[in-house]
């Protein structure tokens, strides 16, 4: 069974710019999550998309953006890329109420 | 304000050398514990969801507990293969459901 698939895997972009990452969660998971890795902060939750729409978010600037497609596939956008955007994305999707699984993530480098 | 700690941040361990993990918690309408492992490189990995003060789960030598404050993560008899770092989670509803991450305790098991 495929697990959640996310590309790129690194990603390199310069300040001011705005990048999109992709999300393909298992097949019959309808609930697909963002996340921040950072070292000095760990995980930060992004925002959560359960049938095409954003049941929760959490506390990011709205430069962050995502959506959520029919077949379940999952966007996540950043805009206007700070320094401080650089950062582990990872996105999980679950089948709702227990335990996600994670994709390997997007690593992105702003310079 | 919902905060999860985890402690200790850093621990090695001999082979065979058993071991608590704490994540203790300080939420508002507890929706639901998580624990994962996280390898280098690699998104997180379900371990174990706990829903109610009491309940304990337990996979090879991992076991989970659950109290109304704290989690333990108990490692019996590790292997160098457990190495990773473990995260503590919960899922809160403040308004909808938040999902708040702990920092990890990064693991090392010398053989």
């Known amino acids: 069974k495929a697990g959640v698939t996310q590309t790129p895997r690194y990603l390199i972009k310069t300040r001011g710019q705005q990048v999109t990452l992709s999300c393909s969660p298992i097949?019959?998971?309808?609930?697909v999550s963002w996340y921040q890795q950072t070292p000095g902060q760990g995980l930060q939750f992004l925002f959560e998309?359960?049938?095409?729409?954003?049941?929760n978010k959490g506390n990011f600037p709205g430069r962050f953006s995502g959506r959520q497609f029919s077949n379940s596939r999952s966007e996540m956008n950043v805009s206007t890329l700070e320094l401080g955007d650089s950062a582990l994305y990872l996105c999980?999707?679950?089948?709702?109420?227990?335990?996600?699984?994670f994709g390997s993530g997007t690593r992105l480098t702003v310079v | 304000e919902d905060q999860v700690t985890q402690s200790p941040e850093a621990l090695r361990l001999q082979e065979g050398e058993s071991s608590s993990l704490n994540c203790s918690y300080t939420?508002?309408?507890?929706?639901?514990l998580f624990w994962y492992r996280q390898d280098p490189g690699k998104g997180p990995e379900f371990l174990f969801t706990?829903?109610?003060a009491g309940e304990e789960k337990e996979k090879e030598r991992l076991k989970a507990t659950l109290t109304k404050k704290e989690s333990f993560l108990h490692i019996t008899a590790p292997k160098p293969e457990d190495s990773a770092t473990y995260l503590c989670?919960?899922?809160?509803?403040?308004?909808?459901?938040?999902?708040?991450f702990g920092t990890g305790t990064r693991l090392k098991v010398l053989a």
């Open positions: 999980a999707s679950s089948l709702g109420g227990d335990g996600y699984t």
């Open positions: 097949s019959g998971h309808r609930s």
């Open positions: 998309y359960f049938s095409e729409t954003q049941r």
């Open positions: 939420v508002s309408g507890l929706r639901g």
């Open positions: 706990l829903y109610s």
């Open positions: 989670a919960v899922r809160v509803t403040s308004g909808t459901y938040k999902y708040i």
